[in-house]
């Protein structure tokens, strides 16, 4: 008994070096970064206000890592992040089918997809530390039975659809992988 619980030991360090490691753990942070800018973003969709929506959620999702101060100024800053919306759809992909004499179908499922360019620098150096040409974030909505719901829907799958592209461009700017 003595000799198993001796080998458990000294195979315990060993377990340490296997390899895993837990994901988002590892973080690209440059410790000279203390102050980061995030201007509105760039918005050539059409959509009204997603500018607004999608740069305040980038703001957040950055404050809740807690590492430096963010602020709506390019100026006076450590590092800047920039983003452009390129594109915003919203597209039918379900279909109901209405059994009576009129025999129409109308669209009851729709899928959101934002594309977006984003660039994350640090101040003074014109290479950029991280970004993309084409972050793309999809979400989807049911229509329901009242068509008048379908702006109020569509602007809950927006919000939904801002959060998990803010939480995807601050994890690919932030995590090293």
Same mark, same amino acid.
């Given at each position: ?5 001796? +080998? !458990? ?11 895993? #490691? ?13 102050? @980061? ?7 050539? #969709? ?16 950055? +404050?809740?890592?807690?590492?430096? =101060?963010?602020?709506?100024? !390019?100026?006076? /800053? =450590? $590092?800047? /992040? ?12 379900? *279909?109901?089918?209405?059994? #009576? ?25 014109? %290479?950029? @530390? ?20 379908? *702006?109020?829907?569509? %602007?809950? !799958?927006?919000?939904?659809? $801002?959060?998990?592209? !803010?939480?995807?461009? /601050? ?5 090293? *992988?």
């Amino acid at each position: 008994m003595r000799r198993r619980t001796g +080998l !458990a030991w000294l195979a315990l360090p060993l377990l340490g070096g296997c390899g895993y #490691s837990l994901v988002g753990k590892g973080v690209n942070l440059d410790p000279s970064i203390k102050r @980061i800018g995030v201007p509105l973003f760039k918005d050539s #969709s059409g959509r009204p206000g997603l500018d607004q929506k999608i740069t305040e959620k980038v703001v957040e999702e950055l +404050l809740k890592r807690g590492h430096f =101060d963010v602020v709506p100024d !390019a100026t006076g /800053v =450590d $590092a800047l /992040v920039e983003g452009a919306i390129v594109n915003y759809q919203s597209l039918p992909i379900g *279909f109901s089918d209405d059994r #009576s004499a009129t025999n129409t179908t109308q669209a009851s499922r729709y899928a959101i997809v934002l594309v977006a360019r984003v660039r994350y620098t640090k101040t003074g150096v014109p %290479e950029p @530390i991280w970004q993309t040409e084409g972050m793309t974030t999809r979400d989807e909505y049911d229509v329901g039975d009242d068509p008048s719901a379908y *702006f109020d829907r569509e %602007e809950q !799958a927006i919000d939904r659809l $801002a959060v998990t592209f !803010a939480r995807n461009v /601050v994890a690919s700017m932030l995590e090293a *992988f």
